[in-house]
């Protein structure tokens, strides 16, 4: 690797990091329940980080999202583009190398993407077996 491009990489590494650190901030202030970082790095080029948490209401998660994305605006960290807004069961804030997934309780529990992205790959399964 070219010193040009490692240095590419530890930059976009370091705003990944700090776009984490701030949706984490946000989603604190906002009384977002059961937050979850997942690390997705090695497992897909959709991004570094992905985030899920929980609001209490349909309110309670619009409320989450809006300030989640103001947040993230403020912070200089680029467009972000937002799904699920109108009925705020599931909202999806991506933010490039960070995805925040914003539920209702019962309908993370019933989607329960956390075990999808947390479990092992299947080579490391079959390396473990």
């Known amino acids: 690797m070219s010193e040009a491009s490692s240095a590419a990489s530890r930059m976009a590494s370091q ?8 949706a984490l901030s946000s989603l604190e202030d ?7 970082t997942i690390d997705i790095k090695s497992k897909s080029a959709l991004g570094d980080y992905m985030v899920v948490a929980s609001g209490r209401s349909h309110r309670h998660v ?13 912070a200089g960290l680029g467009p972000v583009r937002v799904e699920g807004l109108p009925h705020c069961d599931w909202v999806l804030v991506d933010a490039g190398d960070l995805i925040v997934h914003i539920f209702r309780p019962e309908v993370r529990e019933f989607y329960n993407i956390e075990k999808m992205w947390m479990a092992e790959p299947y080579s490391e399964r079959r390396v473990h077996a």
């Open 15 to 22: 705003a990944s990091g700090n776009a984490l650190k701030t």
């Open 30 to 36: 906002a009384k977002a329940e059961g937050t979850v």
């Open 62 to 74: 619009s409320a989450i999202a809006d300030r989640l994305v103001r947040d993230l605006k403020q």
